[in-house]
């Protein structure tokens, strides 16, 4: 019986992996027509355009192998629609480089096997050697869908010219506005107190691509608590795209304000005020959108735990006794939520 278990398993997985293969449309490449370069890049560009390819997991590629001798070049597009055929892609490249000067432009075109039709194409140009790469990276990632290389999300993908742009224009540099709340407060000065907090924030934002680093200032209140911090914090987003998730870690110098009177509720007969100020430590993540635009908006939740030196006092009012101590030391705890909207310097 286990047996026939582990059979149909099997069978069921050989039939998934079969369902998404033939999910897949088959895509032919042939070698890049050169023109005033080397032959040499003919293959080495069509290579690396197949592998960015196949890392997309969108379409099946397939490519003329260099020894073969019946070799196809995109400068012959009857032959390579006939080999397209003759494999069962559903569509076919024709791909260029031509050097003018120290620019190459790099043309890439996408066809439908069966009639021919053009249905994708884009067109840029490489300063250099160095700028192939990207370059035909954000054609691959870009195959057959409505975008342009010259408008790629992957902050990765850059070529040198566009790193001396951004440079030039300080890019990575954001200065932004948002609104904070902290929906439930945990005040432990003498005893666990859930209030609601809003209020105002600013975030002046360093993206060094790997990690984005901000400094933060924030004031959060409301009748009986003002909570005023200046955090820095260090955020780690998870991909390289535009809109991505992060995780983010980071610690505050704040301040807090606080007047707290329980209104003689039996057992709570008590009153309370001070002023605090301490370190706090955050922890949590968020969402970035638009993240390489001029303007990008950024969601983020965080725990956070403070710890303060206290000045104040505390009464005590019960049916038995009445007292009054003063207060020397306090915690807090809670989320601070943001939103926030960054515009690029």
């Known amino acids: 019986m286990k047996m026939y278990s582990k059979m149909i398993v099997a069978l069921a997985s ?4 079969q369902n ?25 560009t069509s290579r690396l355009l197949k592998d960015y390819t196949d890392l997309q997991n969108k379409y099946i590629s397939i490519m003329q192998t260099k ?8 400068e012959n597009a009857d032959a390579v629609k006939s080999k397209a055929i003759e494999l069962g892609a559903k569509y076919y490249l024709l791909g260029s ?3 003018m000067g120290e620019v190459v432009i ?12 053009k249905v994708w194409s884009d067109k840029l140009k490489a300063q250099g050697p160095e700028d192939l790469d990207p370059i035909l990276l954000r054609m691959a990632q870009n195959l057959g869908t409505v975008n342009k290389g010259d408008n790629s999300d992957d902050i990765y993908s850059v070529t040198a010219t566009e790193q001396q742009e951004l440079k030039k224009k300080q890019a990575s540099n954001n200065f932004g506005v948002g609104l904070c709340a902290i929906p439930t407060l945990t005040h432990g000065y003498n005893f666990d107190k859930n209030a609601m907090l809003s209020g105002f924030s600013l975030n002046w934002s360093f993206d060094a691509r790997d990690y984005i680093f901000d400094i933060k200032p924030s004031w959060c209140f409301n009748s009986e608590y003002d909570i005023l911090s200046l955090a820095l914090e260090m955020n780690k987003p998870l991909n390289n795209k535009s809109n991505t998730p992060f995780w983010n870690l980071g610690a505050s110098f704040s301040l807090t304000d606080y007047e ?13 005020e001070g002023f605090g100020n301490g370190m706090m430590l955050l922890a949590g993540g968020g969402y970035i959108f638009n993240r390489t635009s001029s303007v990008s908006i950024r969601i983020s939740a965080n725990y956070f735990q403070g710890f303060y030196n206290v000045k104040g006092y505390e009464t005590d009012y ?28």
Request: proline share 2%; glycine share 4%; charged share 20%.
């Open 260 to 272: 707290i009177r329980s209104d003689y509720t039996p057992g709570r007969n008590y009153y309370e």
């Open 318 to 345: 019960t049916s038995s006794f009445y007292s009054t101590k003063d207060k020397s030391f306090g915690t807090s705890a809670g989320i601070m939520m943001r939103l926030e909207i960054l515009f690029r310097k």
């Open 106 to 117: 790099v043309s890439l075109s996408m066809y439908e096997t069966a009639n021919g039709t």
């Open 14 to 17: 050989m039939l998934c992996l």
């Open 67 to 74: 020894s073969d001798s019946n070799v196809v070049n995109s």
């Open 97 to 99: 480089l031509n050097r």
């Open 20 to 44: 998404v293969l033939l999910a897949q449309d088959k895509v032919f490449i042939p070698l890049f027509e050169v023109i005033n370069m080397k032959k040499d890049y003919s293959y080495s």
